[in-house]
T-cell receptor, first 115, second 114 residues
Framework: GAVVSQHPSRVICKSGTSVKIECRSL??????MFWYRQFPKQSLMLMAT?????????EQGVEKDKFLINHASLTLSTLTVTSAHPEDSSFYIC???????????FGEGSRLTVL | AQSVTQLDSQVPVFEEAPVELRCNYS??????LFWYVQYPNQGLQLLLK??????LVKSINGFEAEFNKSQTSFHLRKPSVHISDTAEYFC????????????FGGGTRVLVKP
């Protein structure tokens, strides 16, 4: 089946630094990707919808200046957590929509720990 | 807006025993329903989905779920679990058939014991 890869799978950073997480669709083109956040023992919460070549659409309550999303190509979307703080520590998951089939494929997730 | 409730956060079950994971949803419009599974250290994988037609849907690995509109439920069942079924299971709804903008439940962790 189709593969979506996230990198890095784990990252630890100091408070105040910025962290970039990549989401790649390895064997298909994805005009639309989604970014989710998952707190421990909680559900996945949709953060934003990323569309290739245009600005991301953020869900209510998600700070667009805090979580920068770039979807510069049909196979890559990036999420940058700017000036990260401990409360940003979480599990971030991306998914990519395979346009040809309308199927959604998820990455393995990236665990961010901010010290 | 839609919401999904998975009543059990964790379900321990012995190997070869049946298991049922409960999922209830709330929505003011018609929705499509999904179950995803997340094995340890892996991404979410679609297990099965209900879009239309028969209310009973089945996966290739023995799971099945039944859409009950009157009870707004989509419970997942398997008559006999294996150790390899140990995973986290997420129920989700979408107002689009592609399931692209999903609302997830809190997840149910299934631990299969020998």
């Amino acid at each position: 089946g189709a593969v979506v890869s996230q990198h890095p799978s784990r990252v630890i950073c100091k408070s105040g630094t910025s962290v970039k997480i990549e989401c790649r669709s390895l064997d298909f083109q994805a005009t639309t990707m989604f970014w989710y956040r998952q707190f421990p023992k909680q559900s996945l919460m949709l953060m934003a919808t990323s569309n290739e070549g245009s600005k991301a659409t953020y869900e209510q309550g998600v700070e667009k200046d805090k979580f920068l999303i770039n979807h510069a190509s049909l196979t890559l979307s990036t999420l940058t957590v700017t000036s990260a703080h401990p409360e940003d520590s979480s599990f971030y998951i991306c998914s990519a929509l395979k346009g040809a089939t309308g199927e959604l494929f998820f990455g393995e997730g990236s665990r961010l720990t901010v010290l | 807006a839609q919401s999904v409730t998975q009543l059990d956060s964790q379900v321990p079950v012995f190997e070869e025993a049946p298991v049922e994971l409960r999922c209830n949803y709330s929505s003011s419009v018609s929705v499509y329903l999904f179950w995803y599974v997340q094995y340890p250290n892996q991404g979410l994988q679609l297990l099965l989905k209900y879009l239309s037609g028969s209310t009973l849907v089945k996966s290739i690995n023995g799971f099945e779920a039944e859409f009950n509109k009157s009870q707004t439920s989509f419970h997942l069942r398997k008559p006999s679990v294996h150790i390899s079924d140990t995973a986290e299971y997420f129920c989700a709804v979408s107002i689009g058939a592609a399931g692209n903008k999903l609302t997830f439940g809190g997840g149910t962790r299934v631990l299969v014991k020998p």
